[in-house]
């Protein structure tokens, strides 16, 4: 175990050189580089990867590595674990990225994999933003993943299961890395304290205030730190908050409005108006309208709320919802948001209830599942002479004309029979739905029984 540590540090990138060459070197390198960790032990905040029992630290005991897909948020060591895992082996360690990789680079790859392989040495390719990949050339993995010409370690910061081929990810493990957290980021300003051989100068309200900037990126954390022990003397005063903002340019949080950090917010804000959280819900609608999402979709998804979560219980939240985009389509940015913020919270403090979200999709499926039937011949219009000598419309009442304007005649076709889909709750103005439903299937009961039906 010593033995594959040492290995591993062999990988670190000041590899080869004195200490008078690295010392030179370092001077050159971000300090995110210069500090990167030379063994698994040090990667920071992975430690139910790395450490006791952990599959890295399995891998590492055994001296193999298998096909993997690292997935996580930026600056958690993706690359780095991909580097000291290839220390373990005498595999050839080569390293592509996606974005600037295409069919004619992975040919060449495989083909050198394939002769290294025939002198008995094997391949770890490592594939950066592997999601990039198309899925005819996500495909193109799994002759040579899964007949051991390489060894791939990919790395994503998108789901895998949504933007990975189901073929590739049965042949690699997965491996979920955490964002730093604010011990795993200390660690790491301690080991830039010790290379710089003084401490960070910063009061710790500034320290909490750099942590919150680099949102559990520890490379951009790293660059921080940099930047603050650049622009301080040795002997200088510690920053307050303020001084670090002339530092640091202030960082927008980790968001793709067209990938995971979109999907993951408006479910968080989706969630929180369900679970009538209105604080919840303007947290992360402020968060998505921060990070530059689009206010009108913003509006689109709360009109859906109203109608899937609340639906009845309170038929005015569907008004306000719509009447929130509208004004927002009026007002614009800033000032139309705060239509958006109070729809938001009107929908998290409204009753709740799905339904009739239910109701539809049991209606959906009873509709695609008894295809063709016709309607009743009694609701049918008989326009025709043919369609009336066929009984159209024959036995229909009309419902004003009967006492209390209700027939009780079933729309249902017969084959099918009458079925309950929509089971209103006892919340809001819903618990009015019910006693009317209650009070028209007893009225039913009893005019089918005054018609001898």
Known sequence: MADKAGRAGLFAPDDGADGAEREADAGKRPLADVLRPRTLDEVAGQEHLTGPGGPLSRMAGSGRVSSLILWGPPGTGKTTIARLLAALTDDYFEQISAIFSGVADLKKVFAAARARRETGRGTILFVDEIHRFNRAQLDSFLPVVEDGTITLIGATTENPSFELNAA??????????????????????????????????????AFAALVRLADGDGRYFLNLV????????????????????EIARRRLPVYDKSRDGHYNLISALHKSVRGSDPDAALYWLARMLSAGEDPLYLARRLIRMASEDIGLADPDALSVAVAAREAFRQLGSPEGELALAEAAVYLATAPKSNAVYTAWKAALRAARKTGSLMPPKI??????KLMKENEYGAGYLYDHDQPGAFSGQDYFPPELGRKR???????????????????WEKLRAQRKKERGE
């Open 226 to 245: 940099e930047e603050v022990f650049a622009a301080t003397e040795e002997d200088a005063a510690p920053l307050d908050v303020e001084g670090l903002s």
């Open 421 to 439: 889909f929509y089971r209103p709750p006892e919340r809001g103005f819903e618990r009015d739905i019910n006693k009317r439903l209650a009070w």
């Open 168 to 205: 590739l990810l049965s042949r690699c493990q997965t491996l979920t890395l955490k964002r730093l957290d604010e011990a795993a980021l200390r660690k790491l300003a301690e080991r830039a304290e010790a290379h710089a051989g003084r401490p960070l100068p910063l009061t710790d309200e």
């Open 379 to 384: 609701i049918l219009n008989a326009p025709t």
